[in-house]
T-cell receptor
């Protein structure tokens, strides 16, 4: 199993550009998450999904959108990129919620200039 | 008060030493507790789940104190390869029935030769 994969690994965007961060998991997990991690800060939840077709906002959803058309894929869309969105983005998945661990992808380092 | 608090460190310890980290949480409804390890510029990976009875995994021991609302991680016989940031993760139920995972900012450990 590849686990959770993310593309791209690195990206530089200009202010106002848009992009989609891809996330795929092959563990048949229902739950998927998008986090951002800023230096010296804990991971902050952007969006999460409890299954195909169901998504919900996390703590910091502004400026982002998600969709979940399949169990495997959970892309994150950045519209009108801003310097405040410079961060490392991690996608994660879990079998369930509660006592279940989250498995993380390798992350996408995004710089907006 | 932050929902999850950790001493950022760094804890600099010699090889072979025993080191302990604490993590306090503010929500008494918290139900599941985890320690993750994060290497520099990498994704977090689960080190252990922490149960009320405490649990040991080789050189690593996790403890939970619900009365005082903290969890701890003890590392015995530290190895150079233990150098990393250790993230405390706590979750509690949302009204929707899913669980909200709260990540601490991490404690940095450096094991010195």
């Amino acid at each position: 199993n590849a686990g959770v994969t993310q593309t791209p690994k690195f990206r530089i965007l200009k202010i106002g550009q848009s992009m989609t961060l891809q996330c795929t998991q092959d563990m048949n997990h229902n739950y998927m998450y998008w986090y951002r991690q800023d230096p010296g800060m804990g991971l902050k939840l952007i969006y999460y999904s409890v299954g195909a077709g169901i998504t919900d906002k996390g703590e910091v959803p502004n400026g982002y959108n998600v969709s979940r058309s399949t169990t495997e894929d959970f892309p994150l869309r950045l519209e009108l990129a801003a310097p405040s969105q410079t961060s490392v983005y991690f996608c994660a998945s879990s079998y369930g919620t509660g006592p279940y661990e989250q498995y993380f992808g390798p992350g996408t380092r995004l710089t907006v200039t | 008060r932050k929902e999850v608090e950790q001493d950022p460190g760094p804890f600099n310890v010699p090889e072979g030493a025993t080191v302990a980290f604490n993590c306090t949480y503010s929500n008494s409804a918290s139900q599941s507790f985890f320690w993750y390890r994060q290497d520099c510029r990498k994704e977090p990976k689960l080190l252990m789940s922490v149960y009320s009875s405490g649990n040991e995994d080789g050189r690593f021991t996790g403890q939970l104190n619900r009365a005082s609302q903290y969890i701890s991680l003890l590392i015995r016989d530290s190895k150079l390869s233990d150098s990393a940031t250790y993230l405390c993760v706590v979750n509690y139920p949302r009204t929707s029935g899913t669980y909200k995972y709260i990540f601490g900012t991490g404690t940095r450990l450096k094991v010195l030769a």
